[in-house]
């Protein structure tokens, strides 16, 4: 009889501590979609409106059709329209949708331990964004504007064409080097696999910084022997021949203020300047028809459960489908 109490009680024991909260258990709790704080909407059209909304909800209507959360609570928002000073001759309106990874954690209040909730926060998210890349200092459907500071866009690797659309690269955006190190992978969907910029080439890139310096000069707001010894190394490279002028331009990050020389694609703390390119567009459809979308996934390492849904979430997200909606 005691050998059969002692069972009960080590069972009893067991099942509690198999209810208790753990990383492990929470990995396979089943997940839930929550709607999120929504973002802003400006200067946007009524009618517009109404057809971006109705896009992004078919969006999410496909990522919730094709992904279930796991170990995690999936909070979603949207955010319409635009700064009139951002840029100008707008062709068509920037809006996203953005997914915040939230995984269970145990919640430490409770005297309950099999109790969890949604962390408040998370590094990891997905952003699916019509008509703006973000990662090249905001390029838009529209011109840079006159006075736009820099004159050109910085591109931080030339895009390749992969599983049908653009990768434009992956990029430690935080915890450089730690065990929570985060990283970002963008996407670009495109028209016929063309691009919504084009590459500047040296001479391009040249006479706006010679036209900066030349600025500064008339300012008097820079020292003069600084500022015309960089205003000769542009005037002696533009006598370069055309040959070499028309390549495109990769140039230094920390050069930007004065010009020494050309770097090599691929070289660290280089860029590639480009600009947009009006051309890609139709330039006749409602500024709300979507004509590019950018896909950026950012993921913090460390944790299973971004893992497990990232990748899940990658296998709903059908970069055809978007494409299709390209234009409608």
């Known amino acids: ?23 492990e258990v929470l990995r396979q709790k089943k997940g839930a979609w929550k709607a999120g704080v929504q973002g802003s909407v400006a200067n946007v059209t009524p009618g517009d409106l109404a057809k971006e909304k109705a896009l992004l909800a078919a969006i999410h209507k496909i990522l919730t059709t094709g992904y279930n959360p796991t170990g995690c609570q999936v909070s979603y928002s949207t955010v319409f329209g635009k700064q009139l000073t951002a840029s100008k001759n707008w062709i068509a ?38 008509n703006v890349i973000f990662s090249l200092n905001n390029l838009y ?5 006159d006075d736009d500071f820099r004159g050109y866009l910085k591109l931080k690797q030339r895009p390749q064409k992969k599983e049908a659309a653009w990768f434009m690269g992956e990029e430690i955006v935080g915890d450089y080097g730690t065990d929570s190190e985060i990283k970002e992978y963008s996407w670009l969907i495109t028209y016929n696999d063309t691009l919504p910029f084009l590459y500047l080439n040296r001479k391009e890139y040249l006479l706006i910084q010679k036209k900066r310096l030349e600025q500064s000069l008339k300012d008097n707001s820079s020292d003069k022997e600084y500022t015309n010894k960089f205003l000769n190394n542009i005037n002696e490279y533009l006598k370069k021949p055309d ?11 920390n050069e930007e203020e004065r010009f020494e020389s050309f770097a090599e694609e691929g070289t660290r703390g280089s860029f590639i300047a480009v600009k947009p390119n009006l051309e890609y567009y139709h330039k006749k459809l409602p500024k709300s028809c979507p004509q590019f979308f950018t896909v950026v996934y950012t993921v913090s390492k460390g944790d299973p459960v971004f893992e497990d849904n990232i990748t899940a979430i990658k296998k709903a997200v059908d970069f055809t489908i978007l494409k299709n909606m390209l234009g409608k």
């Open 93 to 130: 309106d920037p809006y996203h949708y953005a997914m915040y990874i939230l995984p269970f954690v145990c919640d430490q209040k409770s005297a309950d331990k099999s109790k969890f909730k949604a962390a408040i926060a998370s590094a990891t998210n997905v952003n699916i964004t019509a």
């Open 141 to 145: 459907a529209a011109n840079l504007p």
């Open 243 to 253: 040959t070499d002028l028309r390549k495109d331009a990769v140039c230094k990050w």
């Open 1 to 23: 009889m005691k050998y059969t109490v002692l069972l009960l009680i080590i069972l009893i024991a067991f099942s509690s501590a198999a209810q208790d909260c753990s990383k």
